[in-house]
T-cell receptor
């Protein structure tokens, strides 16, 4: 069963614009992770944010977590064509739980 | 350092045939996982191995078996393939068990069952 659900399902922007993707989940979490998947490839880990953290940065990526709203957002600033990929959130309700992935947001960045 | 490798990359099976998907990691990770990905879906966990010598069922284990051969290798076996098992299969590994650590993924095996 899908715990996290990304929104929107698809996003199309121009190079240089910012891209924001959201993830909502149903139960309390230990941590939330974001992954990227380029077409035909495996997933690549981007950021892990723990339930007691509100914001994390990594390069052009900014992740926020609002546990009261059970939601997270991934912001990619100054997008590049190479950012074209699907982005998935994954949650672990407890430290003993396995990760549950959402269905993903497909991002298309046009030159 | 190859990370997580999977073989084969592509496979076509007839209904009822069997096959084993191989996965190996060279990062000395304790935990390994098998997922399947279907169009429009996220990844669904088939089986996982939190540590060498242990395996556990995930969300969709029916029709599959696994073997944690050693710390490096984790194989997935389809005993009697069905068209519903047409999917892309990903192996992943992590240092810490379950969901508290980032996972490293292989490139995937694209399986078609006719």
């Amino acid at each position: 069963s899908q715990q996290g659900e990304e929104d929107p399902q698809a996003l199309s922007i121009q190079e240089g614009e910012n891209a924001t993707m959201n993830c909502s989940y149903k139960t309390s979490i230990n941590n939330l992770q974001w992954y990227r998947q380029n077409s035909g490839r495996g997933l690549v880990h981007l950021i892990l944010i723990r339930s007691n953290e509100r914001e994390k940065h990594s390069g052009r990526l900014r992740v926020t977590l609002d546990t009261s709203k059970k939601s997270s957002s991934l912001l990619i600033t100054a997008s590049r064509a190479a950012d074209t990929a699907s982005y998935f959130c994954a949650t672990a309700p407890t430290p003993d739980s396995t990760l549950t992935f959402g269905k993903g947001t497909m991002l298309l960045v046009s030159p | 350092n190859a990370g997580v490798t999977q073989t084969p990359k592509f496979q076509v099976l007839k209904t009822g045939q069997s096959m084993t998907l191989q996965c190996a990691q060279d990062m000395n990770h304790n935990s390994m996982y098998w997922y399947r990905q279907d169009p429009g879906m996220g990844l669904r966990l088939i089986y996982y191995s939190a540590s060498e010598g242990t395996t556990d069922k995930g969300e969709v284990p029916n029709g599959y078996n696994v073997s944690r051969l050693n710390k490096r290798e984790f194989s997935l076996r389809l005993e009697s393939a069905a068209p519903s098992q047409t999917s892309v299969y990903f192996c992943a590994s992590s240092d810490l068990p379950t969901g508290i650590d980032e996972q490293y993924f292989g490139p995937g095996t694209r399986l078609t069952v006719t």
